[in-house]
């Protein structure tokens, strides 16, 4: 059965870094896209990154450009969010996820939380 794992969040200072992990299992990695998704209190799911199967395209929605980073590694069936600058407002739980087919997949989700 898919499975997904993500992994390294916790609590930062504004302007500190962050990298999560997600690993998958039970499915074929390599030929999926990988997206990360977050959801702040009270607010919708929003799409934050998105990655190719290939890792020849990726695709970040404009609050996180130029701050975070999606990247795979498809031997080891994991995707990585490296998240750098952070932003009290980039607090929320983030959620690694694929589509396969007719299923829609997601991890337990990791919490980040930006504070001083």
């Known amino acids: 059965q898919v499975q997904l794992v993500e992994s390294g969040g916790g609590l930062v200072q504004p302007g500190g870094s962050l990298r999560l992990s997600c690993a998958a299992s039970?499915?074929?990695?390599?030929?999926?896209?990988m997206k990360w998704y977050r959801q702040a209190p009270g607010k919708e799911r929003e799409l934050v990154a998105r990655?190719?199967?290939?890792?020849?395209?990726?695709d970040y929605v404009d609050s996180v450009k130029g701050r975070f980073t999606i990247s795979r590694d498809n031997a080891k069936n994991t995707v990585y969010l490296q998240m750098n600058s952070l932003k009290p407002e980039d607090t929320a739980v983030y959620y690694c996820?694929?589509?396969?087919?007719?299923?829609?997949?997601w991890g337990q989700g990791t919490q980040v939380t930006v504070s001083s």
């Open positions: 990655i190719s199967p290939a890792n020849n395209s990726t």
């Open positions: 039970g499915f074929t990695f390599s030929n999926y896209a």
């Open positions: 996820n694929v589509r396969i087919r007719n299923g829609n997949y």
